[in-house]
């Protein structure tokens, strides 16, 4: 059944693109027209923090803030007919809903609240593996049987025809546990539209936008390589993706907001947290490189022409197991013999700490800011960055902190840190893994009580993926004067994380740049301009649909967000590193302005 006006598309908005995001996202975006009000809550380390609030409180386990912003907003929706979709449910999606009832009851409304369960099996686990389901580790091969680790959380990522299916039986809000970013707009653009399993064209057309609008301002001018390109420099508005019957879209943003959409922010956003582009899914397999993407107007881009297949018969299992303790130490090393002053400092510290075994990890980095004949003291710094890993938390403690103040008196010359020595916090190791598709049961609890199972779509077992490549064919011929340049005035950039990986897309705002980029950008080149990656592997992925690479950097975050000692966790400024290294490059593609 189609439930859109005309067979007009449908407007689905984005108010939340991680827990702890603007909360007054949600009602910024009831300020124009849309019809349906979306958030993502989740990643994977949420999983683990909300998995903490539960150990805390029972009753707890999914996201508070989503509750505020309701309060602010769910009488506005249901006076104007506006769905809520949103993945706030974390680990505990019965216990929001029941929250939702209160607060509708307390405001004196009417609200049909619907919830889906089934994405949790930490519960399943040694019951899968005596089957023989081993939960590899898909970074690494290892079965989860030698992980030797507790897991505390097991959730596998479900698809959006539960959404569509409480729509359709008549829910005003509909709260999600793990489900796919994209599928809060997937969900809702198949009710809407009424589409069928096997329409695999819309239905990816749907997920791409999806992904397109999941992490908020990030498609409207947040987080965006060329700050000379938006003039508006407020606050960006959320996205609005209006998918049409056919699955294409226009990503855009209410008018008089700040930011900019542009083919440039949504193609970046494109790019964010993939690997390759054949982007598997438990609905559909959407090929990242068949989509076309396209100015329509001020403020809105259109994406069209994606194409989709049948999904794997396998769903993705992110796992969070309790890894031990750590704590993070950083001493400030002032004006001369840098390293000297490190190295005395990092003897000194081993000596009191004892026993190295005592350890899981020590990881010393030396981050040098210094500079010779700096005009200001804090120019003149570097940082010597501890951290440690331990099973006991009294070691990875103020045992340790503790130690390192010791040094304040009997250490280097103008010994100081940056914090007061603290305790050990426990961190998570994530453990990404599959199941096949007959393990998991989607369900359905409908506002009267009762509740139905989801079935999956028809899946393959032979899914069409993207190749793999290293370099790509003979670049055009340019002039032969070279100069040397920063690769990102060449080039737009943006990384994440993606479990214990980071991936990194570069893309061209011009064709004949992107013949050069494609050449020049090798995966052998990529390991010199990155030279942490030099005994990494390395997966190089071409979108010339929108003049793109991507590139996967395995195991650069491993084992995770939570538990890398990389002072960039998340790998969110490895495409802007990468950006300000400087290459050699034909002389007529090189701004005069980069000269300078």
């Known amino acids: 059944m189609t439930h859109g006006t005309a067979g007009r598309a449908v407007r689905i908005?984005?108010?939340s693109g991680f827990y702890g995001d603007?909360?007054?996202?949600?009602?910024e975006m009831l300020a124009g027209p849309i019809d349906v009000l979306t958030g993502d809550y989740l990643a994977e380390l949420t999983m683990l923090i909300l998995w903490k609030a539960r150990q805390a409180d029972p009753q707890l386990g999914y996201a508070r803030t989503f509750l505020r912003q309701m309060e602010d907003v769910l009488g506005t929706c249901l006076e104007r007919g506006v769905k809520i979709v949103a993945n706030a449910g974390g680990l505990n999606p019965a216990g929001l809903a029941a929250k939702l009832d209160e607060l509708a009851a307390r405001l004196g409304l009417q609200a049909k609240i619907a919830y889906i369960t089934g994405d949790d099996l930490v519960d399943r686990l040694p019951g899968m593996q005596e089957r023989g389901i081993d939960l590899a580790n898909l970074d690494t091969g290892l079965p989860l049987a030698k992980a030797g680790l507790p897991v505390v959380t097991a959730n596998a990522y479900l698809g959006g025809w539960g959404i569509a299916a409480a729509l359709e039986a008549g829910a005003d809000v509909v709260v999600c546990p793990r489900v796919t970013d994209a599928s809060l707009a997937m969900g809702p653009a198949a009710w809407w539209h009424g589409w069928r399993r096997d329409d695999w064209d819309a239905l990816a057309g749907a997920v791409l936008a999806g992904h397109v609008i999941e992490c908020g301002p990030q498609a409207t001018g947040g987080n965006y390589s060329f700050l000379d390109e938006i003039t508006d420099r407020r606050y960006p508005g959320f996205p609005i993706a209006e998918i049409a019957a056919d699955g294409s879209s226009v990503i855009t943003k209410h008018d008089g907001t700040g930011g900019l959409v542009s083919a440039g922010t949504v193609t970046a956003q494109l790019l964010y947290e993939i690997a390759e582009p054949a982007y598997l899914g438990p609905d559909v397999v959407t090929h990242f490189d068949t989509a076309g993407v396209e100015q329509a107007g001020p403020d809105r881009v259109a994406l069209t022409g994606t194409k989709g297949s049948p999904p794997p018969d396998t769903l993705k299992v992110a796992l969070n197991m309790l890894g031990g303790y750590r704590n993070t130490m950083t001493m400030v090393l002032t004006g001369l013999d840098i390293e000297a002053k490190a190295e005395h400092a990092r003897r000194l510290?081993?000596?009191r700490l004892g026993d190295p075994d005592a350890f899981d990890e020590i990881d010393v980095r030396l981050l040098r800011f210094d500079r010779?004949?700096?005009?200001?003291?804090?120019?003149a710094t570097a940082h010597l960055r501890i951290t440690v890993k331990s099973q006991d938390e009294r070691a990875a403690g103020r045992a340790f902190s503790d130690a390192i103040l010791e040094q304040a008196l009997g250490g280097y010359a103008g010994f100081h840190t940056t914090t007061p020595p603290t305790g050990a916090s426990a961190f998570g190791v994530y453990w990404p893994a599959l199941v096949p598709v007959a393990e998991v049961t989607q369900t359905l609890h409908l506002p009267d009580g009762t509740a139905q199972d989801i079935p999956h779509s028809a899946t393959t077992s032979a899914v069409t993926t993207s190749p793999v490549t290293t370099s790509a064919a003979p670049a055009p011929a340019f002039g032969a004067d070279r100069v040397p340049v920063?690769?990102?005035?060449l080039c737009g950039a943006r990384s994440g994380d993606k479990g214990g990986n980071a991936n990194v897309g570069f893309w061209a705002r011009d064709e004949r740049t992107y013949a050069w980029?494609?050449?020049e950008l090798t995966t052998d080149r990529l390991r010199e301009l990155l030279p942490e990656a030099a005994e990494l592997d390395l997966r190089r992925y071409e979108l010339p649909n929108i003049l793109a690479l991507n590139f996967v950097v395995v195991g650069l975050i491993a084992p995770g967000v939570a538990a890398t000692t990389r002072p960039d966790a998340q790998a969110k400024g490895l495409g802007e590193y990468l950006r300000s290294r400087y290459v050699m490059?034909?002389?007529?593609?090189?701004?005069d302005a980069s000269l300078s």
Not at 22 to 27: D, E, F, I, M, N
Not at 372 to 379: G, I, L, Y
Not at 486 to 489: E, F, M, S, V
């Open 517 to 519: 980029l494609r050449g």
């Open 486 to 489: 920063p690769l990102g005035r």
């Open 22 to 27: 603007r909360l007054a996202a949600a009602r």
């Open 13 to 15: 908005a984005n108010c």
């Open 585 to 591: 490059a034909p002389r007529e593609l090189v701004p």
């Open 372 to 379: 010779p004949d700096a005009p200001s003291n804090e120019q």
């Open 349 to 351: 510290l081993l000596h």
